[in-house]
């Protein structure tokens, strides 16, 4: 026994420590215990991995019946894979990352013990998503970090704008998991288990369902599961809310790891999705319409959290690419890569707003270079691993996708090109707004804490080299691989040099010729506003989802059908007995010696009736 | 005198000498009551060793005769479902009597005599072998839930109590004249007995007489579970009925028509609850959709909370009319879980309404600032409602859509769709009582948990988590039970069939299997 049950086990404990004795802690203690326990639970899982090499075969360790009926019987296993191993070194090791950056990032709050429960509690969650050895298992971690999700966005409660985030996120998280449970029940009726190895073995022996077929609902339902959590079409909306939660937990939850979640269960059905190409084919259009879509949104916002989250959307979208044309190492690959350079966009961004007092409007910003150099040159590098420059980690997880997508279609490959490049101007357009020119703003701009840039500067490092990381060859024992296509060097040629044009333009737009883009905005006119209002998608959901459902449920439900109908039909009864009896009037008095009258009359009545049944007989 | 008889003695007896309290004497009336309910629950905990080593079988078994003619016999004994509705029963009163502690000021002695009434006839009802007796205690639960209402409730309390008792005699009053019916064709009330006849062939009920049989008992619980449209008195029960009324009312009283389903319609009906299982489960599933919509909408905190029971109970209802195993262990389960779970609500609501003295929802705001273990104890519960999974519900829940599933997966989509809607409504509920900037009103008036109120909330907490993430604690005795249950519900459905192609044949074709009862 390995002791798997460790690693999540310990941000738990974490999680119960401050969680109960928090608020009469000192603040010391309370970083201790949760930062010294996900450290611990890294360290845990890093001896594991290092225990079971070289894992060629999936290692499980079952513990308990959580529950059994009939047939259906779960149970509370974890496993460990190369899969989840990558997963695994991702989630502890940003995770630890990030809780560091926290303890500067949050020093000055007054809930600085419930902040790091929260925070330890999702990454027990995380950790069970990934370890997970059945559906069930691991529909836990997913719910569990959906909930965290939601306790942390909605962190600043008393803000109304807070406490709607985290609702909506976890509402539409529910409607993505409305279909996963779904395909959890198919599952059973189908392979009569939920256990992932006994589940794909099974399912491997299916033929490919290239008409649709009971694996093909199953792999949509899931894809409906991973839009929800995965922030992909139609259910992306609750993402770019999220950005209300403090800023370490944008960076943690909102992009390094429980949004790729999505990709990683696809990646980890990929048995099932194998068998279903109509599914894989969605799969990779809703992942490049999301990517497009949600990057020349990102190229039109000022808010500085708003515009990594349109990024994150839209780099989840080149994930989805991944997996849906078979390059599942590709996507699992960019999760990684994505996780660091897009923790330190954000975990960057948050040591300029903390430095500017909490400003996030760029329009405020500006020559920071001077004032922040960490975090100027440690986002500079991330905006180049984002931008997908050659030599840094982006770079290389993106072209694998997209080489991926040429050979399923090459509009795929093309959309995606077009998107790295819109990509590169939107970041640089953010980097540039925000640390070249003179500053625009109030405040006194300081660098942060070493506490918070040193994470800042790991991450910069990973950033740049973790492309080295040979991530597909690891997966390889594990995942099936791409369709290895014609490797034609011009595709990665025309994609790196897509992202150099992108961040050629916004030097022209936002540093050579500052006035370029009001006049290109006021030029496209209509157009712009569509999409600065982000194409009016939540306005449209409201109109014709929301509103509908609660004046119809307040009206038509309550008032009219059970108020005005079923209840009146049963006072009109109670009125109509009433007159004819004169019993009920006596009744309705409130006068409780009647009732004992009627208790006694009707016990009569009773005795009565047993009585003629009774000589019937 | 078996143990179960002194579970279902001590609280009679605690009514009886309760009687005798000095009046108006809330210190001394609330210490007995809680004394007796706490030995109560104490001894009710010791009724589990027999019936965990042996699920299905009858246990604690006593049978004297009690009327001699009509033949009624004293008949009582637990199984492996009612076991666990007798200790929910026992656990939730002492915890009745420990948030009335304060509130109650008005005739405190009846308060808590009533309550321990109220427990008997719980408690009676989920052990009762005998038909009649299983009316008696029906009847004898209804009677103090009635005072409770009528007495200690709010403005409406009259209208809410008055319809209740209508609602609920309507439906008891046709169950018993089927009952009668019953002891005539089969010449006893002996529950047990009966099934042995239907089993062993001895008895037939056609299928003339078996659907009116069966709707009879159908009308009495399904008024009492509420399900969809009979659920309107539910709403101004809850609405009316003081905190420990709302918790016994949700928590207990209304899995008396879930366990009269289970335990009577399956097997005593089967060919008829097999024929109207489509449009049962038709109105369990707009129970689930209706409910939480309605809920979502509510003003008032109790009527919110009592739609969302006409949600969830629709769950229990879906799965024991699948007819799978799962859909029935999920909706004994589920029976279980909404005890606890909409009894902590009703709890906390209680505590927000003893503070705020309002039930409004739009009075409160910000609770969250003024009261964080009472939001923290209202998140866990809210959480559990919603069925997150570790927590209790969800395996309810996951139990009973996985059943329909198997049975006829539209069923399951369309309830699953009720998952989405409780995180609606309980989320917005939530957010409205505790999150936001404080009213001033709460500000002065709302503070924390107190010692007491731990001690109440506390233990269905740990139950929340334990049944959430421990279920075969539970579940292998319920699915002993439904296992049995099922193939009693299958028993005639051989002989149904044949009735329907073969009527000329029906009668002198071979026996149906048989199955034993014990």
């Known amino acids: ?617 | 005198m078996n143990l179960l008889n002194i579970v279902l003695a001590l609280p009679a007896a605690g009514f009886l000498i309760g009687l005798l309290l000095p009046k108006g004497n809330a210190g001394v009336a609330r210490t007995f009551a809680l004394i007796v309910s706490l030995v109560t629950f104490i001894a009710s905990l010791g009724l589990l060793a027999p019936v965990m080593a042996n699920h299905a079988a009858m246990q604690w078994v006593t049978d004297v005769p009690w009327i001699a003619s009509p033949n009624i016999h004293y008949h009582v004994g637990l199984d492996g479902i009612s076991v666990w509705l007798v200790i929910l029963t026992t656990l939730l009163t002492p915890i009745c009597v420990l948030l009335s502690w304060n509130y109650i000021r008005q005739r405190p002695k009846e308060f808590y005599i009533f309550l321990l009434l109220l427990e008997f006839g719980l408690a009676g009802v989920f052990c009762a072998l005998d038909l009649f007796l299983f009316y008696v205690f029906w009847e004898v639960s209804l009677v103090p839930m009635y005072f409770l209402i009528g007495i200690w409730g709010y403005d409406r309390r009259i209208y809410a109590a008055v319809k209740f008792f209508i609602y609920t005699m309507t439906g008891s009053v046709l169950m018993l004249a089927a009952m009668i019916y019953i002891y005539g064709r089969a010449g006893t009330f002996d529950y047990p007995a009966i099934v042995g006849m239907l089993n062993s062939g001895s008895l037939r009920f056609g299928s003339a007489e078996q659907l009116p049989l069966f709707l009879a008992f159908f009308l009495a619980f399904a008024i009492k579970v509420p399900l969809f449209p009979l659920h309107t008195w539910l709403p101004d029960a809850h609405g009316e009925a003081p905190t420990a009324g709302s918790i016994m009312l949700a928590a207990v009283m209304l899995k008396m028509g879930c366990y009269g389903l289970i335990r009577f319609c399956l097997p005593l009906f089967p060919n008829a609850a097999r024929q109207s299982g489509n449009w049962i489960i038709t109105l369990a599933i707009i129970g689930i959709i209706y409910g939480a919509l309605v809920a979502m909408v509510q003003p008032n905190m109790k009527r919110l909370v009592a739609y969302s029971s006409v949600s969830h109970l629709g769950f229990v209802v879906l799965g024991i009319f699948s007819f799978s195993q799962q859909g029935a262990d999920g909706a004994v389960y589920q029976m279980l879980n909404h005890g606890i779970s909409t009894g902590a609500l009703f709890a906390l609501v209680g505590l927000l309404h003893e503070r705020g003295h309002t039930l409004e929802i739009k009075h409160y705001g910000g609770v969250a600032t003024a009261a964080p273990w009472l939001a923290v104890a209202f998140m866990i519960t809210s959480l559990a409602s919603i069925g997150l999974p570790s927590l209790n519900n969800f395996v309810g829940e996951f139990l009973v859509l996985q059943g329909a599933a198997l049975s006829y997966f539209p069923w399951a989509v369309w309830a699953a769709i009720g998952v989405i809607l409780s995180a609606v409504y309980m989320l917005w509920f939530y957010q409205r009582l505790f999150f936001g900037k404080m009213p001033e009103a709460v500000k002065t008036h709302v503070y924390d948990l107190k010692a007491r109120e731990w001690l109440a909330i506390v233990p269905l907490i740990v139950m929340m988590v334990w049944m959430g993430t421990a279920a075969q604690t539970f579940l292998p005795s319920i699915t002993a039970v439904n296992a049995r249950i099922l193939e009693q519900s299958k028993a005639n459905v051989e002989f149904q069939v044949k009735l329907r192609n073969e009527p000329n044949r029906a009668e002198a074709s071979v026996e149906p299997e048989s199955i034993h009862v014990r």
């Open chain 1, 1 to 617: 026994m390995q002791l798997l049950w460790l690693i999540p086990i310990l941000p738990l404990a974490g999680f119960a420590v401050n969680g109960l004795f928090g608020r009469k802690m000192p603040k010391s203690m309370i970083t201790l215990v949760a930062v010294g326990s996900v450290l611990l639970s890294f360290a845990w899982a890093v001896k594991t991995l290092l225990a079971l090499q070289p894992l060629n075969q999936p290692y499980v360790e079952r513990y308990f019946t959580w529950f059994s009926s009939g047939s259906l019987n779960v149970g509370f296993d974890l496993m460990v894979d190369r899969l989840t191993a990558v997963m695994l070194l991702v989630v502890t090791g940003v995770g630890s990352l990030i809780h560091i950056y926290s303890i500067g990032y949050m020093h000055a709050e007054d809930g600085y013990y419930r902040f790091f429960a929260f925070l330890n509690l999702f990454m027990f969650f995380m950790l069970t998503l990934v370890m997970g050895a059945n559906f069930l298992v691991l529909f836990v971690g997913w719910e569990g970090v959906g909930l965290c999700s939601y306790l942390l966005i909605g962190y600043y409660f008393v803000r109304d704008y807070a406490a709607d985030a985290g609702k909506k996120a976890f509402i539409v998280n529910r409607i993505g998991d409305f279909g996963f449970s779904l395909a959890m029940f198919l599952i059973f009726a189908m392979f009569g288990s939920l256990d992932f190895g006994r589940v794909f073995a099974a399912a491997a022996s299916k033929p490919v369902e290239s008409a649709g077929g009971a694996l093909t609902l199953i792999c949509f339902l899931l894809l409906l599961g991973a839009t929800g959590k995965s922030a992909q079409i139609p259910l992306y909306v609750w993402l770019p809310d999220a950005m209300a939660g403090p800023t370490p937990v944008s960076a943690l939850i909102h992009a390094a790891t429980m949004v790729t979640a999505g990709v990683y269960m696809t990646a980890r059905s990929a048995a099932l999705f194998l068998k279903a190409p109509m599914a894989m084919d969605a799969v990779a259009i809703i992942g490049i319409v999301t990517a497009f879509m949600a990057a020349t949104i990102g190229l039109t916002q000022f808010d500085i959290k708003k515009v990594f989250a349109y990024s994150t959307v839209s780099q989840l979208g080149y994930m989805f690419v991944g997996v849906g044309v078979g390059a599942f190492d590709a996507g699992i690959f960019h999760v990684m890569t994505h996780a660091f350079f897009k923790a330190l966009l954000f975990l960057g961004a948050g040591a300029v707003i903390h430095g500017l007092h909490d400003e996030q409007d760029m329009r405020n910003m500006g020559g920071l270079r001077k004032h922040m150099p960490i975090a100027c040159w440690t986002l500079f590098i991330a905006s180049l691993a984002i931008a997908g420059v050659p030599g840094f980690s982006g770079y290389f997880s993106k072209d694998e996708i997209l080489i991926a997508a040429h050979g399923r279609s090459p509009m795929l490959y093309w959309l995606g090109v077009i998107t790295a490049g819109m990509t590169a101007f939107y970041v640089f357009r953010a980097w540039f707004m925000t640390f070249l020119g003179r500053y625009r703003g109030q405040a006194h701009p300081h660098e942060s804490p070493l506490v918070m840039t040193v994470p800042l500067m790991v991450l910069a490092a990973l950033s740049a080299g973790g492309g080295f990381i040979p991530v597909p060859h690891i997966l390889a024992a594990v995942l099936p691989a791409a369709h290895a296509g014609h490797h034609d060097p011009s595709l990665a040629i025309i994609a790196a040099a897509a992202g150099l044009i992108g961040i050629g333009l916004a030097y022209l737009f936002y540093v050579v010729k500052p006035g370029l883009p009001g006049a290109v905005a006021n030029g496209l006119g209509g157009l712009y506003r569509l999409v600065c209002n982000k194409y009016y998608v939540d306005e449209i959901y409201d109109h014709t989802v929301v509103q509908p459902i609660k004046s119809g449920s307040e009206t038509l439900l309550w008032k009219v059908t059970d108020v005005g109908l079923v209840d009146g039909i049963v006072n009109g009864l109670g009125r109509l007995s009433a007159s004819v009896g004169g019993g009920l009037r006596t009744m309705q008095s409130g006068n409780i010696r009647s009732y004992a009258a009627w208790v006694v009359f009707g016990s009569l009545l009773v005795l009565v009736f047993i009585g003629m049944a009774g000589g019937a007989r």
